[in-house]
């Protein structure tokens, strides 16, 4: 079975300052694993994907995630947020041919 | 760049209609999908679809709902007797493959039962 944990359903950071929306895995296989972001009243929009290739991921924005199997994490940062960074984020997960699978999400807030 | 396009965006309907969401797929994907999100909550996997068959279903997707590709281009997901707790977002999706793909995600359609 698959999962992804997200600790914090809300974040609240200063504009200009490190995001860090922490997700972690559970998985029987290697995973592979998602980030999307949820602007209100908005779709999900594809952040970056990791694949089993470089363990550092670029997204799009300036957010970047770090695959560490030692850790089951993919925790995702952006060195310094900007106010339209507000939104819902969400870490997903996909074993192979399964479903892609949420987590419960983290609300961003930017505090001007 | 390529867009899965969902119509309507917002719908209001009676309990115990029924209701069609309309999902227009990127056309050169292969597989199609319905997650939904309940205000405030997950996003929750409801149904694949795959060469015109139903690849996977969770235990959401019980008899009342059915999905449909009815042509080339259209993904449909048809809920028979709309219930309260149906109310919620409604996301249609499309990926070209399997394996490491992620899913295109359409805007969504907010279903509200009354």
Known sequence: AQSVTQLGSHVSVSEGALVLLRCNYSSSVPPYLFWYVQYPNQGLQLLLKYTSAATLVKGINGFEAEFKKSETSFHLTKPSAHMSDAAEYFCAVKNGNEKLTFGTGTRLTIIP | EPEV??????????????VILRCVPISNHLYFYWYRQILGQKVEFLVSF???????KSEIFDDQFSVERPDGSNFTLKIRSTKLEDSAMYFCASSPGTSNYGYTFGSGTRLTVV
């Open chain 2, 5 to 18: 396009t969902q119509t309507p965006s917002h719908q209001v309907t009676q309990m115990g209609q029924e």
């Open chain 2, 50 to 56: 795959y060469n015109n068959e139903i690849s996977e």
